[in-house]
């Protein structure tokens, strides 16, 4: 089973993309940053010079009209990637 789950593909991540080549994907969030990181190389064949993983806190959602909490959005883990020099990981390639 992968470890990672999806790209994160925002605009804060693609501003990060552009500034500091970091990556962001959402990943399981019993894995590891080393699971995290082969699988990256693996997957891409990039090689990665750091990993940072955070777990999101889950958020209220509310009813605009009543105000009344209805839900909460999902907790997951993001990892960020910062490649080594020269390295790019090209998401729309098989679109």
Known sequence: MS???KPLITEKMSMLTEKRQQYGFVC???ATKDEIKS???KLYGVEVE???TMVTS???KKNRRTGQITGRTNIYKK???KLKEGQVIDFYENI
């Open 58 to 60: 889950p958020k209220r």
């Open 39 to 41: 699988e990256i190389e």
């Open 3 to 5: 470890v990672l789950i």
């Open 50 to 52: 750091g990993i940072s």
């Open 79 to 81: 990892a960020i990637c």
């Open 28 to 30: 399981l969030r019993s």
